[in-house]
């Protein structure tokens, strides 16, 4: 018997790279023999810390990003659509209340973490599928009920949000993520033998597989490997 | 019968991700129904007119990728190895010469481009295995005799490099990269059904292959997909 492998996952909905990410690795935890660790955390926190530059501010990068997105998110089969103003949604109104919402949902959900990839994915939605704002109240309110929450949930998660235990949560998340030698999300950190293995972006799994000795299917792995 | 397609290869041997592109394009056109054509071009000036900036200045993403090349370096079975002072080799002494000389090799090569692959190979190696100079002349050289090369074609072929036509002709093959959308190397644009298909990178090799109606069968394709 082997024991499962630990990945864990760092990530902000504010990423579309992100979101493939997460999709993929939320289809393999149940293909692979791994345990996979949701870690919600700041990418504007590891932006300004690593001292990266959002990528989309190269004219041609940004333009090789939008086709690339478009081309991974039909691949990945993950509904990724990009918000009228990028630069708005993703700059300007940023994701730190959304992150602290995913966060106190995080610590709240015991016995599992159903509830935090719902909420995660449903945020994802909002605002790189959906064109909607993830920073209101209302709006965290929105996306949480549609992941399956009660109101009472929600109510209790909104004021647990906003809360010094919570903020301090997130930073020290993204901190440990800065720690790993995160520049930009998604981070995958594989524990093997002891040692930790950091992938960045979604475009490694292959590598990954190979390096956890396990085998890649494609993004989709229900469709099994005669889909590649 | 279906026409091949053509993919167009744009790359620098001063990137290491462009000789792992390289070289997994070079053992696949012997794989899929392509038509693969070497595009030399200069990094420098993609770097310089796209307004992008060098990754490994954000030290997080620096200690990555030396990370990334290691490990990617034994999937892809490419001698990868960093010059002991990455950023002299890369940004003070860089590719200029290198990339004339392969310019020329091309220019002068009929009937096939199994020189220029030779050359552009040897250099990778001198540079990104070797730690070795590939800016004068005595340096092009040695490349070009193992590469096969006769002493006389390397003269010419020298001479050539510092031409007005060959300094015109990579500039005017850099320029291209840019219309294309560049912003770093390596790049492959696929012509399927007349568009124009952008890929950066060395990680969308299982994606450009989806698109064109390929199979992935990973970075050794003549080990197969049980390898995978």
């Given at each position: 018997m082997t024991s499962r492998k630990v990945i864990e996952l760092f990530y902000d909905v504010v990423s579309p790279y992100s979101w493939l990410g997460f999709e993929v690795m939320c289809r393999y935890r149940n293909v692979w023999n791994i345990d996979l660790k949701l870690c919600p955390a700041f990418l504007g926190g590891v932006m300004q810390e690593s001292g990266n530059k959002p990528p989309g501010l190269v004219p041609n990068k940004f333009m090789f990003m939008s086709k690339d997105l478009n081309r991974l998110s039909k691949y990945f089969n993950v509904p990724v659509q990009a918000p009228s103003d990028p630069f708005e949604a993703m700059?300007?109104?940023?994701?730190l209340a959304a992150m602290r919402f995913v966060t106190a949902v995080q610590v709240r959900e015991?016995?599992?973490d159903a509830k935090v990839e719902q909420v995660s994915r449903e945020l994802w939605k909002r605002i790189?599928?959906?064109?909607?704002?993830?920073?209101l109240p209302a709006s965290l309110s929105e996306a949480a009920l549609k992941a399956g929450l009660s109101e009472n949930e929600i109510k209790e998660a909104l004021e647990l949000s906003t809360s010094k235990e919570i903020k301090e949560k997130l930073k020290s998340a993204t901190q440990k993520a800065l720690d790993y030698g995160?520049?930009?999300?998604p981070m995958l950190v594989c524990h093997i033998d002891g040692n930790a293995e950091m992938f960045f972006g979604s475009d490694r799994f292959e590598l990954m597989a190979h390096c956890i000795g396990e085998k890649w299917l494609g993004p989709q792995p229900e469709k099994g490997a005669a889909k590649l």
């Open positions: 700059f300007k109104k940023g994701s015991k016995g599992g790189w599928s959906e064109d909607k704002d993830i920073t995160a520049f930009g999300f």
